[in-house]
């Protein structure tokens, strides 16, 4: 099973940082490259314990969909996302926000499995590894410049607003 490490230093507390990674207009906005939308469950607006959204999206030119839920939860500084249904036989993302001075470590950690047996390990190996890094990345590159930016606590504000008139 593939585990796909990374740490991101982000100027900003723990708080903000953790609220903008369960911000489904935020993973929108950094998966835009992929056609990703939340079609189900929870789709705009922050998601929490318990809570569902399905995406669909195009990866290696095929529409996909996937579902989520949250399956652990202790803010501001660890949450947890499994698969509930998609392509991946299962996957796991732990998420976490450790405090540093006046940064917030943010570290993921994605253990993943390939459907398809020793098919899909080779497809690991081959491209898909390396493929989800290059998403997770960009996710992180999106939530450190809107939370460094100011824009991050702008669209948290904007999401509250909204949730308040529904």
Request: aromatic letters at 10%.
């Amino acid at each position: 099973m593939p585990v796909i490490h990374l740490e991101t230093c982000i100027a900003g507390p723990p708080a903000l940082c953790f609220d903008l990674s369960r911000s489904i207009d935020l993973h929108t906005i950094s998966t835009e490259h992929t056609g990703e939308k939340a079609i189900a469950g929870v789709t705009t607006g922050l998601i929490g314990l318990g809570q569902t959204v399905t995406w669909r999206a195009k990866h290696f030119g095929v529409w996909q969909t996937l579902t989520s839920k949250i399956t652990a939860f202790e803010p501001p500084f660890y949450f947890e996302d499994e698969m509930v249904q998609g392509a991946f036989k299962s996957f796991r993302h732990e998420h976490h926000f450790v405090p540093q001075q006046e940064n917030t470590l943010m570290r993921d950690v994605f253990h993943f499995t390939s459907p398809l047996g020793i098919l899909g390990e080779l497809a690991n190996r081959l491209v898909l590894t390396n493929y989800m890094t290059d998403l997770l990345k960009e996710r992180n590159r999106v939530i450190k410049e809107y939370a460094e930016s100011g824009q991050g606590a702008l669209l948290l504000q904007q999401n509250a607003l909204t949730q308040n008139k529904s």
